[in-house]
């Protein structure tokens, strides 16, 4: 069974820092890897799909990497701005049950102006 | 598109009555997701549909939970009877093929069994 990890669980940055996220899976046969944003009371907003074939991708201030192989996947926030503040979730899309997303339980992130 | 859609926003009901929340899909996407979202547990899938077939259901508790999407446009997922313990935010999403393309959620239901 696909367990995804987070960590930190929180964290807590002065606005302008560049900071890392962690997430670890321990099946590495998955389709694809995807990064979420969750603010208070809201949805999830989805910032970053990485499919199993690629290493990285990139969105304005973020970039997400994908290590299939060692089961790991970060997200680089670059200069960081309070409007981040949130909660950021890592996804997982295993290939055995084709469109299940396994989660983990985020990381809170609050940016400190 | 508006997004998904999810009615209502706030659920409060007491123990042992039914509860249904109801889904409305991105137009043309062809996967629909429940999820609930609770601190203890995080987010966990309950069922998703293809095509408006019920694919996975294991996720489901148990048998009080039921879902149904009689058509492209609609889902409902009902409790019946609701205890304490279903107190979550329960969340829609819908997709195109979920391999390739992210999900879309809904803003969610917050639900309160008393």
């Known amino acids: 069974k696909q367990e995804v990890t987070q960590i930190p669980a929180a964290l807590s940055v002065p606005e302008g820092e560049n900071l890392v996220l962690n997430c670890s899976f321990t099946?590495?046969?998955?389709?694809?890897l995807q990064w979420f944003r969750q603010d208070p009371g809201k949805g999830l907003t989805s910032l970053l799909l990485?499919?199993?074939?690629?290493r990285e991708q990139t969105s304005g201030r973020l970039n997400a990497s994908l290590d299939k192989s060692s089961g790991r996947s970060t997200l680089y926030i670059a200069a960081s701005q309070p409007g981040d503040s949130a909660t950021y979730l890592c996804?997982?899309?295993?290939?055995?049950?084709?469109?299940?997303?396994?989660f983990g339980s985020g990381t809170q992130l609050t940016v400190l102006p | 598109d508006a997004g998904v859609i999810q009615s209502p926003r706030h659920e409060v009901t007491e123990m042992g009555q039914e509860v249904t929340l109801r889904c409305k899909p991105i137009?043309?996407?062809?996967?629909l997701f429940w999820y609930r979202q609770t601190m203890m547990r995080g987010l966990e899938l309950l069922i998703y549909?293809?095509?408006?077939?019920?694919?996975?259901d294991s996720g489901m508790p148990e048998d009080r939970f039921s879902a149904k999407m009689p058509n492209a446009s609609f889902s409902t997922l009902k409790i019946q009877p609701s205890e304490p313990r279903d107190s979550a935010v329960y969340f829609c999403?819908?997709?195109?093929?979920?391999?390739?393309?992210?999900?879309?959620f809904g803003p969610g239901t917050r639900l309160t069994v008393l």
């Open positions: 999403a819908s997709s195109l093929v979920p391999s390739t393309d992210t999900q879309y």
């Open positions: 099946d590495s046969a998955i389709y694809n």
């Open positions: 990485i499919q199993s074939s690629q």
């Open positions: 996804a997982v899309l295993s290939s055995g049950s084709a469109r299940q997303l396994t």
């Open positions: 137009s043309g996407h062809d996967y």
């Open positions: 549909f293809n095509n408006n077939v019920p694919i996975d």
